[in-house]
């Protein structure tokens, strides 16, 4: 079957739902789409998908069901309570969501067990600046089967897809690229709060960087957003930081294995929420090191 001949049931329309709904439209899917708030499907129903006021309906509407959803306790509930009372032999789930791979293979078991459909994890690393673009990193786990449809189907939304092994794989794969991204964000807002106070203007050091070991994305993108305390508009939370971050220490204890690098970043980002931080871009982080 040609991949755009495939009915996509998408289920989570927010801050990377709607640009990645908006490219599948664009590649030629029939996009089927429900949100727990029917508001945020106003303009991707504009653009062409087909807006369901029942979740349920739309899964039996659908071949291959993409969630993009906040955190894990949000997928077991949608699995639990919508996927599983109408779930089919022969459909696909991809869950886009950084979720707890432990719970991503109960629910992956679950499904196949009780409705005979499979299940890939594929979280992707790129921001809503890379899903408008369609340059999303994706890391996946699952059969060799099923990736290779995820593959095909996604092919709009990613410059690198990579199959990390079985299900549950490309969660912890997203988990470490969490640790760093988390790190990396916490101690370019140490370093610019520093260069302001020694009098250097902050928002040039990104291109003083630029091309050296001290590069990264992180770095172009929220280096002069800190330095020019620019915080809108929201391309990702701190809240989805620390979520990734507590699940990395979770499962290092499971493992035996110490994340002292990690549990000191949980620790300030939990700080910095606390503040009232948690729906703010990472970038406010700076605020975290200028307070006087």
């Known amino acids: 079957m040609p991949q755009q001949k495939y009915t996509l049931g ?10 990645l709904t908006l490219r599948l439209l664009n590649a030629g899917f029939k996009v089927n789409v429900w949100n727990r708030t029917p508001e945020k ?12 006021t029942d979740s349920g309906a739309l899964i039996e509407a659908s071949d291959i069901i993409i969630l993009c959803l906040a955190d894990t306790a949000v ?12 779930g089919r032999q022969g459909q696909l789930i991809i869950d886009l969501s950084s ?14 067990h009780y409705c005979g459909m499979q299940w890939v994890d594929a979280p992707v690393s790129g921001g809503v ?3 408008e673009q369609g340059s999303l990193a994706i890391m996946a786990g699952g059969s060799n089967e099923a990736v290779a449809i995820v593959r095909e189907v996604l092919k709009p939304l990613y410059q690198q897809l990579t199959h990390m092994g079985e299900t549950g794989s490309g969660q912890v794969t997203k988990i470490c690229n969490q640790m760093i991204v988390s790190c990396n964000v916490l101690v370019i807002a140490e370093m610019i709060a520093l260069a302001k106070s020694a009098g250097v203007d902050a928002a040039r050091i990104p291109e003083a960087l630029a091309g050296g070991f001290a590069d990264s994305k992180p770095l172009q993108i929220v280096g002069p957003e800190m330095a020019n305390e620019t915080f809108e508009p929201i391309k990702w939370r701190v809240k989805t930081l620390l979520k990734d971050l ?6 290092a204890s499971r493992q035996g294995h110490a994340t002292p ?3 000191l970043a949980a620790q300030l980002m ?12 990472p970038s406010t982080l700076i605020k975290l090191y200028s307070q006087h």
């Open 75 to 86: 997928v077991e509930t949608i699995v639990n309570q919508h996927i599983l009372p109408c």
């Open 129 to 131: 600046a890379g899903a």
């Open 270 to 281: 939990q700080l910095h929420g606390s503040h009232g931080f948690l729906n703010q871009d």
């Open 261 to 263: 690098m990690s549990g």
């Open 10 to 19: 998408f289920i989570g329309i927010g801050l990377m739902g709607k640009p």
């Open 246 to 251: 507590n699940m990395a220490i979770d499962i």
């Open 99 to 112: 979720i707890h791979p432990e719970t991503t293979r109960e629910l992956a078991s679950r499904v196949e």
């Open 41 to 52: 499907l106003t303009p991707v129903v504009e653009a062409g998908a087909v807006a369901f």
